[in-house]
């Protein structure tokens, strides 16, 4: 079954912006009326998908060191869509981005390629 579906990825010169988007479609993130976490994930070609991104039940936002201050995680819980504001992207940002659950992610989805050149 269909859980996340993101989006929003392309190819981009260094030093520009993206927004990716994601749809909980089996709102994973919202139990009843409470919020749980959501994170934003990636994977860069040979290497391990790695948590860059998070944002508590309560709003809290949590950043990986090489995204801090370029990156900002947020949802839109009536449209059960998370996003990631990408700015001054970086060669390095190239990977596949998914979001999922903070530290238990399940099935993922089919994540969206973000593409930085020089």
């Known amino acids: 079954q269909v859980t996340f579906v993101e989006s929003g990825g392309g190819l981009v010169q260094a030093g520009h912006s993206l927004t990716l988007s994601c749809v909980d479609t089996?709102?994973?993130?919202?139990?009843?009326?409470?919020?749980?976490?959501i994170g934003w994930y990636r994977q860069a070609p040979g290497k391990s998908r790695e948590l860059v991104a998070r944002?508590?039940?309560?709003?809290?936002?949590h950043y990986d060191k090489s995204v801090e201050g370029r990156f900002t995680i947020s949802r839109d819980s009536a449209k059960n869509t998370v996003y990631l504001q990408m700015n001054s992207l970086e060669p390095e940002d190239t990977a596949v981005y998914y979001c999922?659950?903070?530290?238990?992610?399940?099935?993922w989805g089919q994540g969206t390629q973000v593409t930085v050149s020089s």
């Open positions: 089996g709102n994973i993130f919202r139990s009843g009326l409470e919020l749980n976490g």
């Open positions: 944002m508590t039940g309560r709003g809290s936002t």
């Open positions: 999922n659950i903070p530290y238990a992610p399940i099935t």
